[in-house]
């Protein structure tokens, strides 16, 4: 009965490989986002899709790309990794799009680049 | 460019205190000031949130006070328990984006010791 669900719950690889993390929320919302939280755990948002429409696209490297197949799905994709892609990862949902909405967060996906 | 700084970093306190994080934003456009908490190992969840109209919100323990004029916003916690041991972020949005994107200060590690 999880609401905002991400795999894998941890990445290992090596430089150079592509990877993806799947998320996946069964709460209704229309809004989804990828989050990158580095080692001092700041939180920056990546990208947010409502309906599947890309609406936030931050100044992130193109090997990062997001995929939303539906709105109960959204997907991160990244090519090359390299060293400073280590971090955790979260998805986290809206009802909608739109200041004042309560984002709920899944429970991140933790990346390390060898 | 940093637009809401959070302070302290880390923050100790006795059980039964009271526990008070700081925040000041930049950005006049901001409308919307949540607070998050995340424990070790989860995603954030929202706390308590508030909007400029109101200088202060409380819920339960948890007390947002908010000054306009001095574009700073702080988070109470009365009766600091254990089990309020997380790090806590505060964020800011700006409606006239419609976006929903949330800027978040550094986050405050706390703990309380028994």
């Known amino acids: 009965d999880t609401a905002v669900s991400q795999t894998p719950k941890y990445l290992v690889t090596q430089m150079g490989n592509d990877k993806s993390i799947k998320c996946e929320q069964n709460l209704g919302h229309d809004t989804m986002y990828w989050y990158k939280q580095d080692s001092k755990k700041f939180l920056k948002i990546m990208f947010s899709?409502?309906?599947?429409?890309?609406?936030i696209n931050e100044t992130v490297p193109n090997r990062f790309s997001p995929k939303s197949p539906d709105k109960a799905h959204l997907n991160l994709h990244i090519n090359s990794l390299e060293l400073g892609d280590s971090a955790v990862y979260f998805c986290a949902s809206s009802p909608r799009t739109g200041e004042g909405e309560t984002q709920y967060f899944g429970p991140g996906t933790r990346l390390l680049v060898l | 460019q940093q637009q809401v700084k959070q302070s302290p970093q880390s923050l100790i306190v006795q059980k039964g205190g009271i526990s008070i994080i700081n925040c000041a934003y930049e950005n006049t456009a901001f409308d919307y000031f949540p607070w998050y908490q995340q424990f070790p190992g989860k995603g954030p969840a929202l706390l308590i949130a508030i909007r400029p109209d109101v200088s202060e919100k409380k819920e339960g323990r948890f007390t947002i006070s908010f000054n306009k004029s001095a574009k700073q916003f702080s988070l109470h916690i009365m009766d600091s328990q254990p089990g309020d041991s997380a790090t806590y972020f505060c964020?800011?949005?700006?409606?006239?984006?419609?976006?929903?994107?949330?800027?978040f200060g550094q986050g405050t590690t706390l703990q309380v010791k028994p």
């Open positions: 899709y409502n309906n599947k429409e890309l609406i």
């Open positions: 964020a800011a949005s700006k409606g006239s984006s419609n976006t929903g994107k949330l800027i």
